[in-house]
Each structure stands twice: as structure tokens, then as C-alpha cells.
């Protein structure tokens, strides 16, 4: 393993020589016989550094770790799974050297959860990996508010992601270890060990699912395309259906919540996720938003969204929870940082709410749009609706058996 001297690993891990001398003296890092330090105590800096921050006394924690009570080498183990070195490269000068604008380099560091980037300030490694798509998508002709609200969604998606595998870890193997009996110094070594194995392996996940992400995405923009084109040629007539959007909402899940504590909720939660997940699917639909007590689901064919809908009340009726209530309507749809926003997502909202448990409510739009569908729709009269001018003709949809 690579040997540094003090300012080099002070640097690499981005804080002061008077810091680093000072977790030298507690014993928090340790030099070899020449003076030097080896590549792996740039991250024992930075881990301290952060358990500090968090209010962590350390120089408790380092007589703890004298004793033997806790240990800090499974960090080492670990690697740049969890912290990442400080390249040597300021944010002014990346800027310079890219052609990016400060402004978007901030963005990088704004998404991951740090601290508001200074010029001077430098960019650690795994920020600097990003660079070059911004560099490309500049090159391409990319409008810098286009290229920050991709960012932003990268780091709101992968905050998901970590902190969905960080609470799965804590309970399967943290909470587990501790039940029978192991001690945090064997956590910390089953950490290490595990850490890159699974870090590796989650790459190629994360990876695979985004390539297949990718391609239904870009299938759209290419059926789109052609079909334009065709219609230009007057080969092919699109059909004019405006997309609707599907409110699913839990009926009591604020008390149920209240009576049977948090973890009850999250379970809740998941399951109805995974009905509504496999639902939408099936219609050729997609959820875009999870609401604790529901979701919003996004249909291109506003009669697979009233068929996809039907579907989710029956499947939540039937995996035992509460009765789900949902409200559809068709309209023009706002898409904007990976989610959906206007008129037709607050409608389809308000006509959630309007609607009884398990009942399926829909617009004259969505009538009007749902010759391929398979239900039946009763009309149930003009309604007001909070928040929405005017009245609305809303329809009780139901299956065609059950007529």
C-alpha cells in the first residue's frame, strides 16, 4: 500500500496538518517507522472528521478505542465505498480547465448532501468523475437549467437508493449481530468485509437497472419520432389521446398508522407499493410518486389508467389492507425533474379525495378517452371539488362482470 507523508494525506482527505496532528497524538492514526502514513488513514481522517461533526467526543472515542472497546480499521477495509479523497483539483480551476460553469460544478456537491462549494474550494474524487457528462451535455448544446435539474435528480435518486440499502443493512446485519450477542468491533470487521463485496455488486445493479430504465425512455422518444414523421409524410395519423394520471389513495391510514406504530406503517407502505408497482405495469403504466398512504401512476392511454386502477382497488382489497380510493382524469401533463405537475395531477388529486372507499372515480375526459378500455362508467353527476373552479361531471368506474 502506497505511502504518504502528513501533507499529502492531510490534503487527500481535505482537512488541516494541525487536525492531522492532532488525531496523530490521540492515537487515531498511527505512522509507520519512517514517519509515514499509509493510504488507508485518509479515510480513518475523514470518518473522524464526520463522527465529530455528528457530536461525537473524540477524545472519548479514542480512549475507547486504547481499551479496545471499538475499533476504526474496518474503514480501511471498507475503502472509497465510504469516503472519497479530495482530488487536487479547486472548483475555479475545474471550471476554468472544463469550460463548465462554477454554478453547475456547485450543483454536483449541492446534490450529494455537501456543504455550498467556494471557488477555492476542491473537488473530491468521486465529484470530479462527474464532470464529463456535464462537459458533453454542454457540448451538445444542453441549456444549463436542463443539465441541474438531471443532477438533481441523479442525487435525489441515488440518496433513495443508499439510504433504502443503508436501513436494509442496519436491519439484517447490524440489528441481527447485535441479537446474538457479537460486539461493535465484529460489526466493524463484518462492515469491512462486506462493504466492498457489496458495493461491487450494487454497481452492476444500479447499472444494469438504469440501462433498462434508459431503454424504455428512449423507445419513447424514438416511437415518437417516427410517428411524427410519418404523420408529416401523411403515412400515419397519430391519434389525438391526451395521458392521465391515477391518485391512489389508503382510506384510514393516519389512525391505522397512530394504533399500530411506524414500522407497521413502513410494511404498509411496501406492500401496497409492490400492488401498484405490478398493476401499472401491466397497463403499460408507470408510478411516479410515492405518498406514504398512495401514489400517483402516470398512464400515455387513459383507458389502461381506469383498467390499471380497478385492478389496484380489487388487489389492495385483497392483500388485507384498508380500501383504497382513486380519482383519474386525462389532460395536458407537465413533466419536469422526474416528476409530474399542472392541472390534470391536481384534478386527478382532488378526485381522489372526492371519491369512497373502494371506489374508482374518473372524469368525462377519461370516459371520453376510454373506447379501449374494459370498463363501464356510471355517471354520478356534477360535482364540485375542492380547489377545482367550477363543476365536473366525475363517473363511478366498474368492472364489465359486474354490470
Known amino acids: 500500500m502506497t505511502t504518504l507523508s502528513k501533507r499529502e494525506t492531510a490534503d487527500r482527505a481535505g482537512v488541516g496538518l494541525d487536525y492531522l496532528e492532532r488525531l496523530l497524538e490521540l492515537g487515531l492514526v498511527e505512522p509507520d517507522d519512517k514517519g509515514g502514513l499509509l493510504e488507508g488513514s485518509v479515510l480513518k481522517i475523514q470518518l473522524v472528521e464526520a463522527l465529530e461533526e455528528a457530536g461525537i467526543d473524540v477524545d472519548a472515542m479514542a480512549g475507547l478505542i486504547r481499551a479496545g472497546g471499538i475499533s476504526l480499521d474496518w474503514v480501511v477495509a471498507a475503502g472509497t465505498q465510504i469516503f472519497a479523497p479530495m482530488s487536487a483539483t479547486t472548483f475555479a480551476a475545474c471550471s476554468q480547465?472544463?469550460?463548465?460553469?462554477?454554478?453547475?460544478?456547485?450543483?454536483?456537491?449541492?446534490?450529494?448532501?455537501?456543504?455550498?462549494?467556494?471557488?477555492?474550494?476542491?473537488?473530491?474524487?468521486?465529484?470530479?468523475?462527474?464532470?464529463?457528462?456535464?462537459?458533453?451535455?454542454?457540448?451538445?448544446?444542453?441549456?444549463?437549467?436542463?443539465?441541474?435539474?438531471?443532477?438533481?435528480?441523479?442525487?435525489?435518486?441515488?440518496?433513495?437508493?443508499?439510504?433504502?440499502?443503508?436501513?436494509?443493512?442496519?436491519?439484517?446485519?447490524?440489528?441481527?449481530?447485535?441479537?446474538?450477542?457479537?460486539?461493535?468491533?465484529?460489526?466493524?470487521?463484518?462492515?469491512?468485509?462486506?462493504?466492498?463485496?457489496?458495493?461491487?455488486?450494487?454497481?452492476?445493479?444500479?447499472?444494469?437497472?438504469?440501462?433498462?430504465?434508459?431503454?424504455?425512455?428512449?423507445m419513447t422518444n424514438v416511437i415518437g419520432g417516427i410517428a411524427g414523421a410519418l404523420a408529416k409524410a401523411g403515412l400515419q395519423q397519430i391519434p389525438e389521446r391526451l395521458p392521465a394520471m391515477c391518485f391512489l389513495d389508503l382510506t384510514g391510514y393516519t389512525r391505522l398508522t397512530q394504533e399500530r406504530g411506524d414500522e407497521a406503517a413502513a410494511d404498509l407502505a411496501a406492500r401496497l407499493g409492490r400492488l401498484v408497482e405490478r398493476a401499472s405495469a401491466r397497463h403499460g403504466g408507470r408510478p411516479v410518486k410515492w405518498l406514504g398512504d398512495g401514489a400517483m401512476s402516470y398512464f400515455r392511454d387513459p383507458g389502461s389508467g381506469v383498467d390499471a386502477a380497478?385492478?389496484?382497488?380489487?388487489?389492495?382489497?385483497?392483500?388485507?389492507?384498508?380500501?383504497?380510493?382513486?380519482?383519474?382524469?386525462?389532460?395536458?401533463?407537465?413533466?419536469?425533474?422526474?416528476?409530474?405537475?399542472?392541472?390534470?395531477?391536481?384534478?386527478?388529486?382532488?378526485?381522489?379525495?372526492?371519491?369512497?372507499?373502494?371506489?374508482?372515480?374518473?372524469?368525462?375526459?377519461?370516459?371520453?378517452?376510454?373506447?379501449?378500455?374494459s370498463a363501464i362508467f356510471r355517471e354520478i353527476g356534477p360535482v364540485e371539488l375542492k380547489g377545482v373552479a367550477g363543476v365536473m361531471r366525475l363517473h363511478a368506474a366498474h368492472r364489465a362482470a359486474a354490470s
Not at 97 to 121: C, H, K, N, Q
Not at 153 to 173: K, L, Q
Not at 342 to 353: D, K, L, Y
Not at 364 to 372: H, K, N, R, T, Y
Open 310 to 373: 380497478l385492478e389496484m382497488v380489487d388487489a389492495v382489497t385483497d392483500a388485507g389492507l384498508p380500501p383504497a380510493h382513486v380519482g383519474v382524469h386525462a389532460g395536458p401533463i407537465l413533466f419536469q425533474e422526474g416528476d409530474y405537475f399542472g392541472q390534470t395531477v391536481n384534478i386527478a388529486s382532488r378526485i381522489a379525495e372526492y371519491a369512497r372507499p373502494g371506489e374508482v372515480l374518473v372524469s368525462q375526459e377519461v370516459v371520453d378517452a376510454s373506447a379501449g378500455s
Open 97 to 218: 480547465e472544463s469550460g463548465v460553469p462554477f454554478e453547475l460544478l456547485a450543483t454536483i456537491r449541492e446534490v450529494v448532501g455537501g456543504r455550498p462549494a467556494r471557488p477555492e474550494d476542491r473537488l473530491r474524487e468521486d465529484e470530479l468523475a462527474v464532470v464529463p457528462v456535464v462537459q458533453l451535455q454542454l457540448a451538445e448544446g444542453y441549456r444549463p437549467i436542463a443539465i441541474e435539474r438531471t443532477l438533481r435528480v441523479y442525487g435525489d435518486s441515488m440518496r433513495r437508493i443508499v439510504e433504502t440499502e443503508s436501513e436494509a443493512f442496519r436491519t439484517e446485519i447490524i440489528e441481527a449481530m447485535l441479537a446474538s450477542g457479537l460486539t461493535e468491533n465484529d460489526i466493524g470487521d463484518r462492515a469491512g468485509e462486506l462493504a466492498p463485496r457489496m458495493s461491487a455488486a450494487s454497481n452492476e445493479a444500479v447499472l444494469a437497472l438504469y440501462h433498462a430504465q434508459s431503454r424504455h425512455a428512449w
